[in-house]
């Protein structure tokens, strides 16, 4: 199969503020709440979706980042992500 998006979740160093640093640095990747439709869509689910479960067993990494990846060229998206990481 190939053209289709999907979700890619990875956590980084530097807790949420660097989370913060990097969904506020992308181009191409929009910070929204949402799963997304065609364009590329990037969040930090301990702030935004899952703020609700702080402090209960479901609460996830605050450093996690979730992508929607859209219908954008691979290489721009990889591009995007580089910069907003430098």
């Known amino acids: 199969m190939e053209r289709y998006g999907g979700m890619i979740s990875f956590t980084v160093n530097g807790g949420e503020p660097e989370a913060r640093v990097i969904s506020q640095a992308t181009k191409i990747f929009t910070l929204a709440e949402s799963l997304g439709a065609v364009e ?41 992500l580089d910069q907003a990481m430098s």
């Open 40 to 80: 590329s869509l990037i969040e930090i689910p301990a702030a935004m979706t899952h703020l609700s479960t702080e402090g209960s067993p479901l609460e996830v990494d605050k450093s996690l980042i979730r992508l929607s990846v859209g219908i954008e060229t691979v290489d721009d998206l990889i591009d995007d």
